[in-house]
């Protein structure tokens, strides 16, 4: 699970279960005794916890990349540009257009 948190999350209790030779109850009580109280509540603390654990504090200062790259500043901005690029589409892959609508129609209208 630690290392591919998006297939485990997507699997159910007895997938889980059967991937590691326990009972559906063994994975239950693990999931209890986390303090989550049922698998999925669980597969979502998992997901959370795996892309916080991902995105970690990097210091930029003008000699770490991007910055410390040899070559002009037309192909740093590229870099910059694809990076940006590379994030707002990871981003997007996240998102559940279902969920935004349904938290959207949560808000109280201004």
């Given at each position: 699970?630690?290392?591919?948190?998006?297939?485990?999350?997507?699997?159910?209790?007895?997938?889980i279960a059967a991937e590691v030779f326990v009972s559906p109850a063994t994975v239950l009580r693990v999931v209890?005794?986390?303090?989550?109280?049922?698998?999925?509540a669980f597969a979502a603390g998992l997901l959370l916890?795996?892309?916080?654990?991902?995105?970690?504090?990097?210091?930029?200062?003008?000699?770490?990349?991007?910055?410390?790259?040899?070559?002009?500043?037309?192909?740093?901005?590229?870099?910059?540009?694809?990076?940006?690029?590379?994030?707002?589409?990871?981003?997007?892959?996240?998102?559940?257009?279902?969920?935004?609508?349904?938290?959207?129609?949560?808000?109280?209208?201004?």
């Open positions: 699970m630690k290392n591919q948190p998006w297939k485990a999350a997507g699997m159910t209790l007895g997938d209890r005794k986390c303090g989550y109280d049922s698998w999925r916890y795996s892309e916080s654990a991902r995105q970690q504090l990097v210091s930029v200062n003008m000699l770490s990349r991007p910055f410390g790259m040899p070559g002009s500043s037309a192909a740093i901005v590229s870099s910059i540009k694809s990076l940006f690029e590379q994030t707002v589409q990871e981003a997007a892959a996240m998102l559940s257009l279902e969920d935004l609508e349904r938290v959207a129609g949560l808000l109280p209208v201004a």
